[in-house]
Structure formats: structure tokens, C-alpha cells
T-cell receptor, first 114, second 111 residues
Framework: KAGVTQTPRYLIKTRGQQVTLSCSPISGHRSVSWYQQTPGQGLQFLFEYFSETQRNKGNFPGRFSGRQFSNSRSEMNVSTLELGDSALYLC?????????????FGPGTRLTVL | GNSVTQMEGPVTLSEEAFLTINCTYTATGYPSLFWYVQYPGEGLQLLLKATKADDKGSNKGFEATYRKETTSFHLEKGSVQVSDSAVYFCGGGTSYGKLTFGQGTILTVHP
């Protein structure tokens, strides 16, 4: 099976703009989670989608939003970008059921806000 | 809420040295625990996992045991290689698609 894919891999934006990142999960995985990775804060959970519904949410402002489509692909959107939004954004997919909470990560999208 | 405390490092070792990276967790309930590894420019790769007390996860010479009494999941390897140089993350989750991670430990192995 193909792994988790994320597009684009790199993005450069300026303050005040908005950005949309895309994630395609492993085939058959219906849960998609998003994380922000920064040197100062480490890996922080943004939100999780399952069957097109947000099921879990981290402590991020409303500028960060997401959605999931019927084919389980997910997008996250950040509006009114700030310098502090510069980070590696990681998407992870998970197979529902089973005894593990194992997630499979994509390579990430590196966002730079100037 | 859940939290993971991980030895931050950085850790610098010579090839064939013994590695330990400490990880302790605080959680409501009994989380599944994971070690992930991140190589430069890449996402996270699952290294090993454990879902209940006394479970031992192992992969590529790395091991970690889920210790409920000490709430720990320390990563060990008996003989590290240069190719093990990477950032290691300890993480835990109790439900659905949310994992809580430690700050990460940078490991550098010299020949």
C-alpha cells in the first residue's frame, strides 16, 4: 500500500495570507490527524477527522481549521497567517478498530511565513 | 490531560555504545505507548509500540518495556550504529487519533 502523502511539500507565504494543506491517507484508513512541529513547542496535536467529522481537537486558535472528504482525504487551512505559524505540518492516518492507536505519518509540509 | 516527559539530550555516542532514552508518561487511563524516529527532512516513522503493562516492543535492535508501576517506556539499544542518528520521539494515546509526544531527543552517533 502507498503511504500517507502530503502536498505540497514546501510552501512560502507572507503574513496575513491563508494556506491550504492536503493529506491523502493510506488506503482504507478513515482517521486523519494533523500535528504541528516546531523547534520550540515540539509536536502538537491540531485535530483529528473521522468519517468527515472532527472527532478531536487540540488547543489551537480558530484560524486553524480542517475538513475531510468522503474518500478520507483531508485538508487543513490556516487563515491570517502569522510568523509563528512557520512549522512542519504532519498528517497521520490510522486504521479504525484494533487494540492500538498506531498512526502512520506522512513526510510533512514545511510552511514558512515571511 | 496526558503528558509525556522525555529526556531531551542531545545525546552523543560512539558507535557500538549502549543507548538509553528515558520516557515517562502521565495519562488518564492506560495509553498505548510508542517510539517514533524522525530522520532529517522526513516525517515520523514508527519504531516500536506497546499497548499494555509489561508489553515489550522491539524493532531493529531497539527495545522498550511498558512499566505501569513507574509509568515509564524507556528506549534502549545495546549497540548503536551511525545510521541510528536521528530524532526520537516518545508518544502515547488513550483513544482515537490523538497522540501526545515528548519534546524529542536528538541522537548523534560517531564512528
Amino acid at each position: 500500500k502507498a503511504g500517507v502523502t502530503q502536498t505540497p511539500r514546501y510552501l512560502i507565504k507572507t503574513r496575513g495570507q491563508q494556506v491550504t494543506l492536503s493529506c491523502s491517507p493510506i488506503s482504507g484508513h478513515r482517521s486523519v490527524s494533523w500535528y504541528q512541529q516546531t523547534p520550540g513547542q515540539g509536536l502538537q496535536f491540531l485535530f483529528e477527522y473521522f468519517s468527515e467529522t472532527q472527532r478531536n481537537k487540540g488547543n489551537f486558535p480558530g484560524r486553524f481549521s480542517g475538513r475531510q472528504f468522503s474518500n478520507s482525504r483531508s485538508e487543513m487551512n490556516v487563515s491570517t497567517l502569522e510568523l509563528g505559524d512557520s512549522a512542519l505540518y504532519l498528517c497521520a492516518s490510522r486504521e479504525e478498530g484494533g487494540s492500538y492507536n498506531e498512526q502512520f505519518f506522512g513526510p510533512g509540509t514545511r510552511l514558512t511565513v515571511l | 490531560g496526558n503528558s509525556v516527559t522525555q529526556m531531551e539530550g542531545p545525546v552523543t555516542l560512539s558507535e557500538e555504545a549502549f543507548l538509553t532514552i528515558n520516557c515517562t508518561y502521565t495519562a488518564t487511563g492506560y495509553p498505548s505507548l510508542f517510539w517514533y524516529v524522525q530522520y532529517p527532512g522526513e516525517g515520523l516513522q514508527l519504531l516500536l509500540k506497546a499497548t499494555k503493562a509489561d508489553d515489550k516492543g522491539s524493532n531493529k535492535g531497539f527495545e522498550a518495556t511498558y512499566r505501569k508501576e513507574t509509568t515509564s517506556f524507556h528506549l534502549e539499544k545495546g549497540s548503536v550504529q551511525v545510521s541510528d542518528s536521528a530524532v526520537y520521539f516518545c508518544g502515547g494515546g488513550t483513544s482515537y487519533g490523538k497522540l501526545t509526544f515528548g519534546q524529542g531527543t536528538i541522537l548523534t552517533v560517531h564512528p
